[in-house]
């Protein structure tokens, strides 16, 4: 089902019926300052699942997930004075920073070394869907697993739509994905360079 939403103004009553179908375990596909995302509800075991299924996902990989802001994301990883300045600079934009998970968390989306990955995209879409849903927001790229991310949604919806509850369209995306940074032990390292920039880091 596709259900195209005002990328600059969402509306209100269509954002609802987005976070109706994500509270009755719905998997959804959506738009992220980055590329397309694929997600649920991060407490709903049947949606986690379900996308692992989707993606044909090693289950040794960890997910990350959207938070409504930085004072959400305390509630789901260990944030330090040093990991709060980075991620207050850096957000909301293309980055993912990596931090340890606090006990919130299920099991499902973390690895052995209890990380998760955290994302506030600068899309107003996806963020007005957070916010109304209450919870965080699972985040992988709409794609199957090692295949490139799809830009259109409407191609989303022919090639996955059908595994999908509902595709979001926010037009075409044409980005490269999150640039992902490790911020654990307050050390930062560089895991997958992408949309967001890296050179402060060297001014740090």
Not at 3 to 18: F, K, M
Not at 176 to 196: C, F, W
Request: proline residues 6%; aromatic residues 6%.
């Amino acid at each position: 089902m596709l259900v195209s939403i005002n990328p600059e103004n969402p509306q209100a009553r269509l954002i609802d019926r987005v976070v109706d179908c994500l509270k009755q375990g719905g998997v959804i596909a959506y738009p992220t300052d980055t590329t397309y995302g694929i997600g649920c509800d991060i407490f709903n075991k049947k949606g986690v699942k379900k996308i692992y299924q989707i993606k044909q996902r090693d289950p040794r990989k960890p997910f990350s997930f959207i938070c409504a802001d930085l004072s959400d994301v305390a509630n789901y990883a260990q944030v330090s004075n040093f990991a709060f300045k980075i991620m207050k600079r850096n957000f909301p934009g293309p980055y993912t920073f990596v931090l340890e998970a606090t006990r919130v968390v299920p099991d499902l989306l973390t690895t052995k070394q209890r990380t998760v990955g955290i994302r506030i995209p600068d899309n107003a879409i996806v963020m007005g869907i957070v916010r109304q849903l209450g919870h965080p927001l699972v985040t992988t790229s709409a794609n199957m697993s090692d295949e490139d991310p799809f830009h259109d949604p409407t191609m989303i919806d022919e090639a996955m739509g059908k595994m999908l509850d509902m595709v979001v369209d926010g037009g075409i995306l044409l980005g490269d994905p999150s640039t992902v940074i490790s911020l654990v032990d307050d050390k930062i390292e560089v895991l997958r360079q992408g949309s967001g920039d890296t050179s402060w880091i060297h001014n740090l």
